[in-house]
């Protein structure tokens, strides 16, 4: 089964690019101190959206399953990247009259969603140029 597809298509406005997945449309920039229009995210804010969108979902739908009281879930993330690697440091804020072991458990749970387990994997990017 193939997964997600995404095109990102970059023109004459300086660093603005346009994403598409053939269902929804949205832009990438660079912020106006490194040249850009600063008119949407900037690429290391969408890598930590998708983790943080990932998340949120997976534990709202786990606890819907198990009809535990979440009310919601917030998720801070940020990202440094040093000479031995990236660190991802993720904060989850969960809402809801939930007891001590419903919360570890969905902390647990968190490590499980899909967007975690590919960023803390073997990740291989194959690069090739493109029929014009």
């Known amino acids: 089964m193939a997964g997600p597809s995404v095109t990102a298509t970059i023109g004459d406005v300086d660093f603005q690019v346009r994403l598409a997945d053939g269902t929804h449309e949205w832009i990438a ?6 040249g850009g229009g600063d008119t949407g995210p900037e690429p290391a804010s ?3 959206s998708s983790l943080g969108a990932c998340t949120s979902i997976t534990l709202k739908m ?3 399953r198990k009809e535990w009281p979440l009310e919601s879930v917030q998720v801070e993330l940020s990202m440094q990247s040093t000479a031995e690697g990236t660190n991802i440091d993720r904060r989850i804020a969960l809402r809801g009259a ?3 072991e419903q919360r570890e458990r969905l902390l647990q749970i968190a490590n499980a969603c899909p967007m975690h387990k ?4 073997a990740i291989h990017i194959a690069s090739g140029l493109a029929p014009q």
Do not use: I, N, Q, T
């Open 62 to 64: 786990y606890a819907k």
């Open 118 to 121: 590919v960023l803390s994997g």
């Open 29 to 34: 920039d660079e912020p106006a101190s490194l």
């Open 98 to 100: 939930l007891s001590d």
């Open 46 to 48: 969408l890598l930590l």
